[in-house]
């Protein structure tokens, strides 16, 4: 998918099959996946560590309430 596809993206499912949202939530969670390692190897070079990932996993599988939640 191209940047200027996924950028022209509504917020809504109104008018998209279920398999199409579902490419395209697999297509952004890929994205942002990518995108933060990417930052953090050699942007911010910082290695990947045990407390990172546990973090990262944890803001992927419940947001940013679960963040706040940890701590």
């Known amino acids: 998918m191209t940047t200027a596809r996924r950028t022209t993206m509504t ?40 407390l990172w990932v546990a973090t990262f996993t944890t803001l992927l599988e419940h947001g940013l309430k679960g963040i706040a939640a940890e701590n």
């Not at 969670?29 to 050699?42: C, K, M, R, S």
């Not at 942007?43 to 045990?50: D, R, T």
């Open 11 to 50: 917020m809504t499912t109104e008018g998209h099959d279920h398999d199409q949202l579902r490419r395209r939530t697999t297509d952004l969670i890929f994205d942002v996946i990518a995108g933060t390692v990417v930052h953090l190897a050699p942007v911010s070079a910082e290695l990947v560590a045990g």
